[in-house]
């Protein structure tokens, strides 16, 4: 099939009802974006970031990729960092990983899959690094859970360690760096408490997280 009618009709209905509810929406956006929060979050269909912060467009930039990674030499990555942080200045910065993601599984799984096992290799090293208190985990769909968190509360851990959050710190800029995870199950998000806003707070943070596991 070389249209798809149908979101091109859904998009129609979309945008007037958004231009029906305040006439000016489009108009204002097209001007400028000032979202005061930036979403690096996982590329899985189930988790829109807008939709299950109940945000309209405009109100979140957005970065996602498979498992919610955040990699010191991922330019595509660093680079949306840097201009929400420097550009947009958000004042926010949420990782946001989900139970049940998939790249996480694969990861846990010691499958063979191909390219991906160079990105899945990060997660990985997640699950080496906290192997002794994953290990003491019993139950399979536990494990994975536990992980799943794990891997959000490491990549909270690695944008606070990004020169661009360094250096906005150290000019006493107001930015919080958050880790969630979100539930597919019944579409709740949940903080996991590892929120920072200096270099010190996120060591502090990350050391009493990940001590319940020890
Ligand atoms: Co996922």
Known sequence: ??????????????????????????????????????????????????????????????????????????????????????????????????????????????????????????IRDVRQKHSEALNAIDDQTARDRRLCELNVIEQVRNVCHTTIVQQAWSRGRSLSVHGWIYDVADGLLKDLEVTTESSQEMEEAYRIVTALDG
């Open 1 to 122: 099939m070389k249209t798809l009618p149908h979101l091109i009709e859904n998009n129609r209905e979309w945008a007037k009802h958004m231009t029906d509810d305040d006439p000016s929406f489009f108009s204002r956006l097209a001007h400028q974006q000032s979202p005061e929060c930036l979403w690096i979050g996982c590329s899985d269909s189930r988790v829109p970031a807008n939709q299950i912060v109940g945000l309209d467009p405009g109100e979140v930039f957005v970065h996602r990729n498979i498992a919610n990674v955040v990699v010191h030499s991922d330019f595509n990555c660093l680079s949306v960092l840097e201009f929400a942080v420097h550009v947009l200045e958000v004042k926010h910065v949420i990782v946001c990983g989900h139970y049940g993601c998939g790249g996480v599984k694969a990861a846990g799984a010691d499958s063979h899959l191909g390219l991906i096992d160079n990105w899945l290799r990060h």
